[in-house]
């Protein structure tokens, strides 16, 4: 028998101790509800389920942002309403005015007032709506958007060659390629193809900025033959996926909504022969503005259905996600039950392996 070492103790106190720490974390797991709160747990789980996280929040945030989309699309449209709304009474006007028992200076006069102030709101309504501050009827958000230019100051460089305007005359000489910029009044457009005026000459040896009476101002014209720039826009990128692939992207673009780029600023009906013509042109802008809706229309709906998807895919990973990383309270329960019993055992344990050695006494008496 042997004093100095009680190796029954030992082995009753590192099966306590051992039992001691598996009660701890059984005491962890149910306390916290995950069975995985360090990597030590679960080290694979640990990774598996961390990639499954930020999957979630960005499905979840993903559905924020087609919900903001769809808000965008609904501000857009509405603006747009109002636009058929008027476009219809111009169209009430025109017809009235397109019949004989109407004189000019009088009777269309008036009716023409009218028509002038609802394309002015027109066009108040393309610059005025916004979601957030970004411009939505007012062409920004088409890409490539050819437009008219604004007679004023003029400013860029060609082939590193400053440009200068004088009395509205733009000198060209350097020359133009395709790409090149100018800035007209702080917007920059792209030029994008040359064109010959009547007297032979090309685009690139001069052009006119040419007062026109658009709402947009002037067109550019090598000798009265128009020269095309773009106006620098561009579609607005949804993100409606957890990544950045370019599948998880959705661009809007929405048309230029002016009186101008409706086909309505010649448009009068201040004769009757104008009233008749007006009918048709403003058929063709109601046409133009219910194209433009139609496509938001079907934007609208498109992302209600990524949101659908967005809301299943987030339930069926956060599902998949919990059953790595959450605690099973029952499971735990049964081993805390287990380890505390065992706890207790190696405890009783301890005291009878201590009480081994008195048994010594009896042998030196």
């Not at 792209?190 to 067109?219: H, I, M, P, R, W």
Request: proline fraction near 0%; include cysteine.
């Amino acid at each position: 028998m042997r004093i100095q070492h009680n190796i029954m103790a030992m082995n009753a106190y590192r099966n306590y101790s051992n039992n001691t720490s598996a009660l701890s974390k059984n005491l962890e797991k149910l306390s916290s509800g995950y069975k995985i709160n360090r990597a030590g747990d679960d080290a694979a789980g640990l990774a598996i389920s961390e990639k499954m996280r930020a999957q979630i929040t960005g499905l979840d945030k993903a559905q924020d942002n087609a919900k903001d989309g769809i808000s965008l699309v609904q501000t857009a449209e509405g603006a747009l309403t109002e636009v058929h709304d008027m476009l219809n009474r111009m169209y009430e006007l025109a017809e009235q005015s397109a019949n004989g028992t109407f004189e000019d200076a009088t009777d269309r006069n008036q009716l023409q007032k009218e028509v002038d102030q609802l394309k002015s709101e027109i066009d108040r309504i393309a610059d005025s709506a916004n979601f957030n501050g970004i411009k939505l009827l007012d062409g920004s958000m088409k890409e490539g958007t050819t437009v008219a230019i604004d007679a004023g100051t003029v400013t860029g460089k060609v082939n590193g060659q400053a440009i200068a305007a004088a009395s509205g005359t733009v000198d060209f000489s350097a020359g133009w390629a395709s790409g090149d910029n100018v800035t007209i009044n702080g917007v920059t457009y792209t030029y994008v193809s040359k064109a010959k005026g009547t007297d032979g000459k090309t685009f690139g040896d001069y052009a006119a900025l040419q007062k026109a009476a658009k709402e947009n101002g002037v067109s550019i014209t090598g000798n009265s033959s128009a020269a095309t720039f773009s106006k620098a826009g561009k579609d607005l990128t949804l993100q409606i996926g957890d990544t950045s692939e370019k599948f998880n992207q959705l661009e809007v673009s929405i048309n230029d909504c002016h009186v101008d780029a409706l086909g309505l600023t010649e448009m009068k009906i201040s004769d009757q022969d104008s009233a008749a013509e007006a009918l048709n042109m403003i058929k063709s802008a109601i046409n133009y503005v219910s194209d433009v809706r139609g496509t938001l229309g079907a934007t609208q709906n498109r992302l209600d259905h990524t949101i659908n998807n967005l809301s299943v895919m987030q339930e069926n990973i956060q599902d998949a996600e919990s059953t790595i990383r959450d605690t099973d309270v029952a499971d735990e329960m049964m081993a805390y039950t287990k380890n505390n019993i065992l706890i207790q055992s190696a405890q009783a344990m301890l005291a009878q392996a201590n009480q081994v050695p008195q048994g010594v006494l009896q042998l030196l008496q």
